[in-house]
């Protein structure tokens, strides 16, 4: 068992959107960038939906999400996990990141969607309870991780049009 740190936020002060994970696997923690195991699905679909080539330099990927008013970041801040599944955080170890202080100063944060139902459930348990902002909603996406199966590319993608479909507010 390790314990594992996730990373800070990618975040433009005018973000409208918050995609979140629940903690970045070996292959990202290793690398340093958020999504780098080569299959996962995340760039290639966010970069599908957002106009951006899947390939292109992290920096610039990163800055074509914030072009775009999406933030991205993870709800556990730091955990004991073997390997690099969510089924493996040990629950009793997760530390969430500090949402209260992030909404503070993304405040036009209406919309989270959640990369998966780990992230959900990790948000739902750890963060809600003591998150006092009324309106915010709350989105479940398919996971992106190859774990994740049960869908394949184009059923994913389809769901996660989702966070293009927003009005501009």
């Keep these: 068992m390790s314990a594992v740190q996730g990373f800070p936020p990618v975040a433009a002060a005018d973000a409208r959107l918050l995609i979140l994970g629940s903690m970045p696997g070996c292959a990202s923690l290793d690398a340093g960038r958020y999504y780098a195991h080569p299959r996962n699905a995340f760039w290639p679909i966010v970069g599908e939906l957002l106009g ?17 008013g999406v933030a991205l970041w993870d709800v556990i801040a730091a955990c004991e996990r073997a390997g690099s599944l969510d089924a493996d955080i040990v629950a009793g170890s997760v530390h969430a990141n500090d949402f209260s202080a992030f909404f503070a100063v993304h405040r036009q944060i209406r919309d989270v ?3 998966g139902a780990a992230a ?4 739902r348990r750890h963060v809600l309870p003591g998150l006092a902002l009324p309106g915010l909603r709350l989105h479940r996406l398919p996971s992106t991780s190859p774990a994740h199966a049960a869908l394949d590319r184009a059923a994913k993608l389809a769901a996660w049009s989702a966070i293009v479909a927003l009005p501009n507010k």
Excluded: D, G, S
């Design 52 to 68: 951006f080539a899947p390939e292109l330099p992290y920096v610039q990927r990163l800055q074509a999400l914030q072009a775009a």
């Design 113 to 115: 969607f959640f990369n």
């Design 120 to 123: 959900e459930q990790a948000f």
